[in-house]
Each structure stands twice: as C-alpha cells, then as structure tokens.
C-alpha cells in the first residue's frame, strides 16, 4: 500500500515536481498498478536473460568533435563557451 | 587508539580518446567545450561505444595488483543528477567490476613491508567540470571537455594505519600506473580520492573531493585530530560524508541530501557486457619498480636507499638509466641527491632536464675537470635556464664563460698562502689542536676560489703549509 | 534524378508535428519518395520533439543512422510525425502536440505511439513512414489505422540518433500500405551501424515472396483469452485459416510466461525511461532552465512544467522499481519473468515457425475512452510479448469490425523478420486478389 506520504517521497527520488492536488491521484493510480504488478511475486526461477553478444569495441583512434558552436547551439545560455547552469547549493 | 583507513581513487586512464566516443583526451589547454560530441554532451539519441584500450589498461593494472578476472563483468547505470553529469546518470560498474582481490606493497610506519589489499578495480566515466563564478552569482558553468574521459576506481580495504601510510600507498600506486603506461600523474586533476577513516570502535567518515596526493595526507590527518577531539571531549564521531576543502586543509561536513542518495543501480542497456578473463595471460607486464629497484642494485652496484629513490618515479628511473653509463655510483648519488634536491627547490619536474646535459655534466664531474662544489653551480646555471623555457646551454661552456675548471695546484697554493697570512689567530687555533680552524682557513680559500678547488685536497696543503711553517 | 519534394498536406487528423515544404532528396532506390519520420528519431536541421516540450525548439546537430540511410536512399523527409510524450502511450493522445485522429474515423484514436506516422500513411500523405516500437507502438497504430506495421528483431537496426524510452526493448522499423513498401524501407534502414553495440550484422535484403506452402503457425492460446474482444479473435481467426488456404498447418502453442508480461514490460521500460529521461534538464538543450533558481528546485520545476502527467507517472514508476529495498521486487523480479518469455517463445519456436495472434485486443478506441492509466497499459498485453523476447512481429490489417480495422499479428524467431514479412505478404496478396 502507498501512501501520499510515498508518492511525494518518489516525486522528491525522482527529483520530480509534483503538485499537492495530484498527490491523491497520483496516489490511487499507483495502488492500481501495483496491486497489477504484485502478479510478478508469483515469477519462479533466477537471473536475467543471457548476455548474447558480449565484447563489442571500439578502437582508440581519435575522431572529430563537434565545434564549439555546435556544441553550444541548443544550449539555453552560455558565456564565453561555457554552458550557464543552475548552481547546486 | 587505531586509525583505520580505507582509500578509493579515481585515476584518468592515458588513452587517446574518451572512454564511449572518439573526442581527444587532450583537453586541458583548449577552450571549454570543444572536446565533446553528442555522446559526452548527452545528446538524445546518442549511444556509448567502449574503448578497447580503456579495458585493457584496466587489465593491465588488475594483472599488476595480483587480481582476479571473474568470468563476466557489465557496465552499469550510477543515476544521480548535477548539472556536470550530462545524463544524469554515470556509466561505471556495480555489482560486476573488471577485477577484484588484489593487492600492494607498501612499508608501514616502522619501515617493515605490509601488504594492502586491494578490494576491487572498474572502469566508469569522468563527469564535465563545473566552473563555480566569484561574485555571488546564481549560477555555475559547464565545461564537458571532460565528460566521458576513462577513469578506473581503485577501491582498497580498510588496510592502512596512518594518514603517512596512506600517502606511501597512493605514492606505490601512483609510481606502478606509471610504469604500467596507463597513467600520466602529472596531468591536472588525473587523480582524485575519496579516503574512509575511522577511530577503532568509532564510526567511519567519508572525505570525498581529495585531488592531491599531499592533500590525502592533510586532509586523513586533520579528521584524525577532529575526531580524537570529540571523543576527548566525551562526544560521539558521527557517520557522515565530509568535504575537504584543499586550500583550508580542513574537511567540512556535506549536508543531509547528498547523503540519502538512493542511486538506482541497474545494467546499462546500451552496452554489452564483457568477457575478457582469457585476455589477462596475454597481458606482458612491464617491469615493475620492485624488479627494477632489485635490477637497479645488481646492474649498477647502488645502494638501496638509490634505488628506491631513483625507481620511485618511472620518469626518474628512465632518467637514471640514460645517464647511468658514465659512472652508475656517481650518476646515482648526483641524480638522487643533488638533482632532485635542486628540482624540489624549483618545483620543477625531471622531463625538463635534458639527459645528453646532464651527462656531460657527469662526464666533467668523473674526469674531475670541475669540482663537486662548481658541478652544483654549474647544475643550478643549467636548471635556472631550462626553468626559464630556455635551450640548457652546455655544462662546459657554462665552466669556461663562468671559470669554473678546477683550480690549478700553483693557482691555489698562492690564494692558500695569502688566506694563512690573513688569519694569523686562526693559524695559531689550528697549531693550539683546535681542528675548527683548520676547516675555517680552507673554507676561505674555498671562498677565494669559488668552489674550483677540491676542500679535501685543499685540507692536505693548508695543513702542509702551516705545519711546514712556510708563512 | 535529384530534386526536392513539395509537400502541404492537408493535416486533419494532425499526424504531423512539423512538415517540411519543400524536402530535398537525390537518387537511389527510394528517389523521390515521400517518408515520414517519428518525432523522436533525430533529424539534423530539423526539429525533434519526441511529442513533449520539455524538447521544443531542439534541432539535432546529427542525424540518427536510420536517416542518413533514407537520405542515402534518395527519400525526401517530408517531416516529423506527432507521437506520445516520449512513446509513452497507446493512443498518441499524451502528445504535447494534440492528439493524432484516426484518419479512418475522426472520433477514434489512432493508436501509439506511432500514431502520426500511421495516421500519415493512411491518410495517404505519404506511401511509408518510421515507427518506432517499445511495446507495441509501431503494431498497435498499424492495426488500428489498417496499414502495415514492422517491429523488426532487437538488434537489426541501429538505435543510434533514436531518443531512448526504454533502451533494451525498441527498435525502429517500417510502416507502409503494402507489405511489399514496408520491406522496401526494412530494406534501406537495416543496415550495420557500429555505433550501436546492441546491433548485429545483419543486412535485410529481402523481397517479399507469398510462397508459405508448409510453414508452421503456432496458436497460443493466450492470444485468444479473457480481455480479447471476440469479434477481434474471429476475424484473426479467419485470417489464420486464410494463411491455412495458402499451405501453411497450425500447431498449438503455449507461452505461459503471458502472465507476466505486461508487468514486466511495465516494469522494465519505466525503470529504463526514469534514467533516460533524466537528461532532460533544460541546460545543454531544450527550453532553457531558469539559472536563478537552484539546481534541484530548477530541474524539478522545470519537469513539472514541461512533462505531461503520463510521462512524470511512469518516471516516478520507474523510479520506484529501481529503488533501494524495491528493486529486487520489481526490476529483478522481471528480469526473470522477461527470461521466462524469451524461453517460452524459443520453445514454442521449435513446433512453429511463426506465431500468430490479434495485434490488438480491440478495436481503436474512441478519443478520450481510456483515461485510467492501468485499462491503458492493459491493452498492449498482446504487442509486448514480442519486445521482451526481441523477435521480429508484424501487423497486416486483416478485416474489420465495426467498420474499424483489425490487424494480424505475425511473430516470428530472432532475425528471422524476413518470414514474418513473408507470411504477411502471402496474406495480403491472397486477400487483396
């Protein structure tokens, strides 16, 4: 059982914001879905599935970058190349 | 009370490109964001592609520290969000790293050797660089140049004893990635350490963000202090994450969130896992500094404390090895002693001195043309110039422009008598047995002569002069 | 023969979220012809959203390897086809963009999240289109729109340039009015790309051949069960019989891992879309974050402004299923339920040489009918199966009822897209005639 106690607790691991008015939806819907998933206590057996193809390389060998421009074209606000960032407190 | 730490470093790997896509290595004097492309920017779409030569440098070390190679290892999500991390999330390994269960020599704080075991060894991916703007602004900025740049971990157990001690490890470790060929330690910022620390029946601190092997020291000895205080003063250690901040040489506590981290581990998809066990018997070591330190005593008849100098840094050693055939006893003392002692003093590093000078030098040394005394002065003419980016000018050529040849037997039987004629008390101290005086009077001739005489040979004629009574 | 493409198409059923008016294109064996790409495949110079704001405004400096190939190929991209936030849905209504309508009833959904590129080929805007497809998202839309869509095996095209949802279950791959036009363009994308490590190599040259005299079609019974609207299981059945006509025998098959799939595929492609979509942070792309504030408070306000309500719950699923003391509840625990799957199918493979079933439980929803988020994920319990095993599956449009298409879907073993295509081409040529 979740709690809405839970969900903002997700919300806050998912470093995602949640409004206060959807926290009882949100809330519901995820019982639902869990109460669904609970359906996975019942899978017998271990491990994942096998790897397949294992070993894929690339060689060291030097290839062009991006300009500076480029690197920069998308980005919301740079300085003197740099790409501006909210500060982490 | 025991000290009990642990270590976790972070070492660039020396490869030419990043660690999934081809950007140069090469960054550290080109402008913020020119070695980046959609896979270290994090672009949507884009897909990792692993470096061979990153997996086998990880080997190379794991064969080195003595490791085991488990059968399969995989690349995993390590998700957490900075704005320096471009996908929010760090390719590195979890539950199934390169290599585990190795080990180190190092000597404890009495001189006897002790082995440090070494827990685990993986490779993951170095995040960009945050560039925090003075002035109180809001806000930071990102360099990715050093996004996606190999990094292996180096995780070790709880073995160490010291703070010394952890510094003589990180110094053996430094010099074996060295030799391995897999690490340039004098890159800026290639290495970084994260040390555990505990008081026995105390809890563990983590100090994160250590990024010199000096600051290892400082930063282990400064909570040894902290936390011995607490415990005098009847307070509790608490478990926590601290950071140490290089220029204070103090660590200050990382607040609560960064602590709740809950990284949600889990395979990467995009890459597939390894199976390289069977590569590590194709791995040729290279000697490594204990063989070579052993080979060192044997080849060139030096002493140990030489060859665990000149062997402790692979740069050092090549050095060594260039110079050595002039006379092994006479390079060694003059590149162990004299030549590290005058690089010290002026921060510099070996690779500026060029070793054909530096043989000459020898050379003028061994056919004693110069004495030890002008050898040094003619050793800090050559470094002050090739400190100053300049051509290092010949040794000989600095004896002839500064007159530094070796004093002929007339030249200074002549300064010797005007010296004794100068310090009649002297001379009447030495005849009184008084043994001071004798080494004053050479010492004012030494002076006169700038060093071209030698002090042993110039004892034997002040001596003769007096007792023969020639003045 | 060189040129560019004029195109203004009059998009009712809002398929597109950017055309292109005049798209150049060169020579080569699709000179000329108009395709549609989802909007969550890169395109260089051109827009790609992938449904959400939270990439308004972003042009790729790159373009993905499935676009260079069709570039390659002499098409004209004619533009980016409206999709569900991130492929996040089964309806193409949690698009940023509006909803896509069903071109063969306005009222109706077009199924996702490929909808705009489905809705494009059966409005008749363009003869094919990319799809992309993580749970059903190419085969839903194809079935529901009556065109043919192809999931191809995990690993036979390059994901490179594809802004991941969930990394080890998609792939991109054709969708077309013939079967004969979808082959033609798995012909030009499946192509080796090293920059893949998932991938193979493993070209698809293949033109399709309606020969399927004494191919094995197994039945599983689970494609029949409770949920599967009865007329849906009727026309598929027909369907079957009609493959039966041409040769082919069927063999009864189990999957009895079933029970787990929809679960585990929840599961797993929320966990893998948490991570991915973690990136979306408004620094090096996307609208920009606002600097002023603090990281965390910035990037959380920034997410909850730009991602839509379907998206933030399957990110706060994942989150959840990977998290400390759940994980091994929820993602290992599916893991080995997606093993499970991968054994049964390979096991069922051994009596059958492809496996058929309803592509869909139902017909298209009407817009709006599925507003609970679980009676939605419950309608892909029948595309799934296939994306957690990686095999190839295909949808030909097989009947109708209620006047609303009903796709067949044929699944096929790893790399073997070529008999799917086969079967499907056999079908279509039969009830065409």
Known sequence: MITERDIEHIAELADIGISKDEVPEFTTQFNAILDYFEVLDTVVGEGAPAAGITNVFREDEPRPCLSQEAALANAGSTENGFIKAPRVM | MKTIVGLEIHVQLATATKLF???????????????????????????????????EYGLRVAKALDMKVPEESEFARKNYFYPDLPKAYQVTQYDKPLAVEGTVEIE???GHEKIVRITRVHLEEDPGRLVHVAGGSKYSLVDYNRSGIPLLEIVTEPDMRSPQEARR???KLRTILEYLGVFDGDREGSLRVDANISLEGSERVEVKNISSYKGVEKALTFEVTRQKNLLRRGQKVTRETRHFMEGRGITTSARGKEEEHDYRYFPEPDLRPLRVAGWVAEIDLPELPVARKNRFMAQYGISLNHARTLTGDLKLADFYEEVAHVDPALAATWVADTLLGELNYRNMGIAAVPAERFTELLALLRSKTITDAAGVQVLREMLDTCAAGKPCEPPAAIVDREGLARATESEFTEVVEKVIAANPQAVEDYRAGKNGALNYIVGQVMKETRGRADPRELGRIVAESIDTGGV | MAGTFDFSPDDRCNAFITTCSTAPFTDGPLAGTAVAVKDNISTAGIQTTCGSRILEGYVPPYDAHVVELLRNAGAAIVGKTNMDEFGMGTTTETSAFGPTRNPVDPERVPGGSSGGSAAAVAAGFVPMALGTDT????RCPAAFCGIVGLKPTYGRVSRYGLIAYANSLEQIGPMARTVEDASRLMSVIARYDPRDSTMLDKPYDHGPTADIAGLRIGVPEEYFGEGVDPRVAETVRDAIGVLEGLGAETVPVSIPGMRHALAAYYVICTSEASSNLARFDG???????????????AYQD??????????????????????????GRYYAKAQVARRNIREDFERAFRDADIIAGPTMPTVAFRLGEKSDPLSMYLSDILTVPANLAGIPAISVPCGRVDGLPVGLQLMGRQFEDERVVDAAFAYEQEVRA
């Open chain 2, 21 to 55: 896509c081809g950007c140069s290595t090469d960054y550290r004097d080109d402008e913020p964001n020119t070695h980046c492309c959609p896979v270290c920017l994090g672009l949507p779409g884009a897909l990792p592609r692993l470096n061979r030569k990153a997996v």
């Open chain 2, 108 to 110: 404890d704080d009495e």
């Open chain 2, 169 to 171: 490890f990180l110094n």
């Open chain 3, 135 to 138: 749970g059903g998202s190419i």
């Open chain 3, 283 to 297: 620094v090096r792309y996307g609208p920009a974050v606002d600097t002023r504030k603090t990281w965390h408070e």
């Open chain 3, 302 to 327: 920034l997410r909850q402004e730009l991602f839509g309500t379907e998206v933030r719950r399957r990110i706060m699923l994942g989150t959840f299923a990977l998290s400390a003391g759940y994980a």
